[in-house]
């Protein structure tokens, strides 16, 4: 599985700004593809994701409310929508994938952590 992400850049605070993800290599139409982020002197943290098995997402805490994961299965395409975006939303933002597991999926950061494959990263900065 290969993934390309594109959108980032430079927005203020408050500001809206939407990322997309591209991926390819899939096998079957069942696979689970997401978010996550790194600040810079920070860990990996995971920001969304969704199944195309059930259209099921999950959100980071940190995110809820702001971001809004959706997806275009035809086009293997999935996007985050980032909205009221703080200063604290300022990382790398990577796209991973994950068809590793086989047949059904349902949304979960950890799974797609552990087993996903990563894209190159699209930075995210965030002016106060």
């Known amino acids: 599985v290969h993934v390309v992400e594109s959108g980032g850049g430079l927005v203020q605070a408050g500001g809206s700004l939407r990322l997309s993800c591209t991926a390819s290599?899939?096998?079957?139409?069942?696979?689970?593809i997401g978010w996550f982020r790194q600040a810079p002197g920070k860990g990996r943290e995971g920001v969304a994701c969704?199944?195309?098995?059930?259209?099921?997402?999950e959100y980071g805490d940190s995110v809820k409310g702001r971001f809004t994961i959706s997806r275009d299965n035809a086009k293997n395409t999935v996007y985050l929508q980032m909205n009221s975006l703080k200063p604290e939303d300022t990382a790398v933002y990577y796209c991973?994938?994950?068809?590793?597991?086989?047949?059904?999926?349902?949304?979960?950061?950890?799974?797609?952590?552990?087993?996903?494959?990563w894209g190159q990263g699209t930075k995210v900065t965030v002016s106060s």
């Open positions: 991973v994938a994950d068809q590793t597991g086989g047949g059904y999926y349902y949304a979960s950061l950890k799974t797609l952590g552990d087993f996903g494959s």
């Open positions: 290599g899939f096998t079957t139409d069942d696979y689970l």
């Open positions: 969704i199944s195309s098995s059930d259209g099921g997402t």
